[in-house]
């Protein structure tokens, strides 16, 4: 079955750098989009980058346009989301998520996926 696993949060520094990472399995990486999300307490969740892996397209939220970057590695099965300059903001608790026949920007867009993982948790603070 399709399966999706998070790693890679944890607590940073303000301006540290932390890389995400989504293995899956269970389903044809190419016919799906793949993207990262995130919910703080309090807020809506937010579509932070998302990757068409058909044709490699990708999609950033604003504030994070720059310091973060959403990629591939065919060979692992696994997206990863590498955060730089990390933020305050930028803490909250991070999903990947799938969504199959959808684009990048569309995906993150809707905030929506077919399928999503557990949620690592991402704190920056002094």
């Known amino acids: 079955q399709v399966q999706l696993v998070e790693s890679g949060g944890g607590l940073v520094q303000p301006g540290g750098s932390l890389r995400l990472s989504c293995a899956a399995s269970?389903?044809?990486?190419?016919?799906?989009?793949i993207g990262w999300f995130r919910q703080a307490p309090g807020k809506e969740r937010d579509g932070v980058s998302c990757?068409?892996?058909?044709?490699?397209?990708?999609y950033y939220l604003d504030s994070v346009k720059g310091r973060f970057s959403i990629y591939r590695d065919n060979a692992k099965s696994t997206v990863y989301l590498q955060m730089n300059s990390l933020k305050p903001d930028d803490a909250a608790v991070y999903y990947c998520a799938v969504k199959m026949g959808y684009a990048a920007q569309p995906m993150c867009v809707s905030r929506t996926g077919d399928y999503w993982g557990q949620g690592t948790q991402v704190t920056v603070s002094s």
């Open positions: 990757i068409n892996l058909s044709d490699g397209s990708t």
């Open positions: 269970g389903f044809n990486l190419n016919y799906y989009a």
